[in-house]
C-alpha cells in the first residue's frame, strides 16, 4: 500500500504534468470511484476548473482547484498518472480526467478501494489527520507529549492517521526498529530518550525513502511506471527468518491488530 513517500513521488511527479490544466471532462468507469458523492455530482464540482497545484497531505494526493480540491486516495493498488489524450483504455481504469492541453489523467485501480473526492477546502480533510512527520512544527518534544498523551500500543497508534499522518506498514515497521521500540509497547510508557530516537527514525527512513521514489513491495510504480528503489534498504519488513543487520538475532514476524509486523526480538525488547 502507498504511503507517504510513495504519495509524495507520485505527486511530486504530477505536479509539472498537471499545473494549469483546465478539467474539460470527468469520467468514471468504476461507479464508486467517487464514492460517497455520484460521479456526476463530483463531476459537477470540478468540470471547468483549473488545477493550481498538486501536492500531498497525509496519505491523499491533492489537486489545488482556483475554487475548491480534489483528494486522490490510492489505498491499496490505485495509480494515478498522466498521459496522451485517447490513450487505448489501460488496464483496470476506473477514472479518466479530460485536461486541457496534451496531456489527460489516468486513475487505474485493480482492487477498487481507491477513491476521489472533492472539498471546497483542505479544513474538511484536516479534521481527521494528525501531523505531517516532515513538517517542522513536529518536533521530538511534541512526539514525547502525544504518546504520553495515550496509552495505547505504539504500532496501532502510529498507523492511526489522526495520531501521525502518512506512516503505513513498512515504515512503521522500519521506524520501531531503528528506534529499538517493541511494537507492542504502550506509548505512555515510552521515555524521552526513546521518543526522540523515534521521531529521528520516522523523519530519517521516510526522508530516505523519499529520494529512493518509494518502497515496491507489491505493485506501487512511481508516477513514470517505475518501481521504488527503497525495498532494499529495508531492515525487518519483509525479512522474517533472516538475521536482523543490526544485531544478528532471527527477525520475526507476527500479527499486531491484523497486521503483519515485523521487528527484531533482540534490539526492540518489550518493557
Ligand atoms: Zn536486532
Redesign the pocket.
Known amino acids: 500500500m502507498p504511503e507517504l513517500p510513495e504519495v509524495e513521488t507520485v505527486s511530486r511527479h504530477l505536479r509539472p504534468e498537471l499545473v494549469g490544466a483546465t478539467i474539460t471532462g470527468f469520467d468514471a468507469l468504476w461507479h464508486k470511484v467517487t464514492a460517497p458523492s455520484s460521479a456526476a455530482a463530483f463531476a459537477q464540482k470540478v468540470l471547468g476548473r483549473t488545477i493550481t497545484d498538486v501536492r500531498r497531505r497525509a496519505k491523499f494526493i491533492l489537486l489545488q482547484l482556483d475554487v475548491g480540491l480534489i483528494h486522490i486516495h490510492l489505498r491499496m493498488t490505485g495509480r494515478l498518472f498522466a498521459g496522451e489524450p485517447g490513450l487505448p483504455e489501460p488496464r483496470h481504469l476506473r477514472a479518466r480526467f479530460t485536461l486541457s492541453g496534451d496531456r489527460d489523467l489516468y486513475f487505474t485501480d485493480a482492487r477498487k478501494f481507491g477513491r476521489i473526492g472533492y472539498v471546497p477546502a483542505l479544513a474538511a480533510l484536516e479534521a481527521r489527520l494528525g501531523p505531517e512527520p516532515l513538517d517542522e512544527a513536529f518536533t521530538p518534544g511534541r512526539l514525547y507529549k502525544m504518546l504520553r498523551g495515550h496509552n495505547r500500543q505504539i504500532k496501532p497508534l502510529l498507523l492511526d492517521q489522526a495520531f501521525i499522518a502518512g506512516l503505513g506498514n513498512i515504515y512503521v515497521d522500519e521506524a520501531l526498529h531503528a528506534a529499538g521500540i517493541h511494537p507492542l509497547t504502550s506509548s505512555g510508557r515510552v521515555v524521552r530518550a526513546k521518543a526522540e530516537k523515534l521521531h529521528r527514525a520516522i523523519r530519517d527512513i521516510l526522508t530516505a525513502a523519499i529520494a529512493s521514489r518509494g518502497t515496491t513491495i507489491m505493485n506501487y510504480v512511481d508516477g513514470e511506471g517505475q518501481p521504488g528503489g527503497y525495498a532494499v534498504e529495508l531492515k525487518v519488513f519483509g525479512r522474517e527468518g533472516e538475521a536482523?543487520m543490526?544485531?544478528?538475532?532471527t527477525v520475526v514476524k507476527t500479527w499486531v491488530g491484523q497486521r503483519g509486523t515485523h521487528f527484531?526480538p533482540?534490539?526492540q525488547r518489550r518493557r
Open positions: 536482523c543490526t544485531c544478528g538475532a527484531c533482540r534490539c
